[in-house]
């Protein structure tokens, strides 16, 4: 038994760990804000407290389950942002972000259309879980038309 709870625990923690580079691999360069897409950033410092990790969380879950044939597309780009990182110090103050924030932006033709979603991540994340990633999902498919 102990075996086969080691072997899941990996399991998990490599798919996990995968998962995540998936997400960022879809959108290392500025090329793909020449496409039209959806793009949610999540901005982080390198000490986050519990709703700063379900902002987190609960957006991948709502991306995982909803979104992912425009993951695939690139259409809907999402990528995590340490701004404590020279990098994300950088796409921080594009945005005028000093700790953990949630964006939900369209690009059209180049342009961008910025929506800061901070203030209802942090209302909801935690005591509303299912409030947030109804937001979350609605706000997507309201850029996306």
Known sequence: M????????????????GHKQNYNDKIS???DKDKDCI????FHTKKR???CNAIESLTKEVIDTYFTD???KNRVIFKVINISTKEGEK??????????????????EGKESVNNMTDFAF????????????GIKDKIEELQK
């Open 2 to 17: 102990k075996k086969w709870m080691c072997i899941l625990i990996i399991s998990y923690t490599m798919i996990s760990c």
């Open 39 to 42: 793009e949610v950033l999540y």
């Open 49 to 51: 407290c519990i709703t």
């Open 123 to 134: 209302s909801f994340s935690r005591n509303s879980p299912d409030k947030f990633k109804t």
């Open 70 to 72: 425009t993951i695939n």
């Open 91 to 108: 796409i921080a103050d594009k945005y005028e972000v000093t700790w953990s924030s949630l964006f939900v932006n369209k690009w059209v």
């Open 29 to 31: 360069s500025d090329t």
